[in-house]
């Protein structure tokens, strides 16, 4: 069963036009992460929430914000999307203790960005 | 800022070869990640290590966390087709407290030859 979820898998959207990408989980996890992953390059991470706590990189550009209503969601909003922001977005979450008592990460399946 | 070196870049190899890659830092880890990627998808995770000389295996895939903290490799024996895809290392490191923020590697591309 899909743990962490993203809708849509792919989404168009024009230059300038504000577009808002999804994640929910089931896992119950309380930091949930959002990352941009261009081609070919590792996840970079753009910001997380531990629980309703904000915490944005310091190189995340404002074009970039985030809501999460409550524990199961999480959302990406970006203002003005330019070309350079065609990526996949990945959702993270992270909780579930290992019998060694620290936490992990997992992703969703990602949401692929195209701007036109 | 801190960074993982990840190697080697690329690999292309014969189905049934065993497969070795590795990260190394200059700063000291208290969890080692080890994801595979397939191409549109997300990150999945293969091997978790939390302790120093910790040795993991998940079937074919056996990962230690080296002693020193700074670095950490990941073998795959007899590869398969579906080995295919990217493995990123990824560290958390000391003192990142709550966050749990990961460094990640540049990744590992991996192609096997039937």
Known sequence: DAMVIQNPRYQVTQFGKP????????????????YQQKSSQAPKLLFHYYDKDFNNEADTPDNFQSRRPNTSFCFLDIRSPGLGDAAMY???????RSAAGVETQYFGPGTRLLVL | GQQLNQSPQSMFIQEGEDVSMNCTSSSIFNTWLWYKQDP????????ALYKAGELTSNGRLTAQFGITRKDSFLNI????????????????LVGSGNTGKLIFGQGTTLQVKP
């Open chain 1, 19 to 34: 577009v808002t990408l999804s994640c929910s989980q089931t896992l119950n996890h309380n930091v949930m992460y959002w």
């Open chain 1, 90 to 96: 990945l959702c993270a979450t992270r909780g579930g």
């Open chain 2, 40 to 47: 549109g998808e997300g990150p999945v995770l293969l091997i």
């Open chain 2, 77 to 92: 024996s007899a590869s398969i087709p579906s080995d295919v895809g990217i493995y990123f290392c990824a560290g958390q």
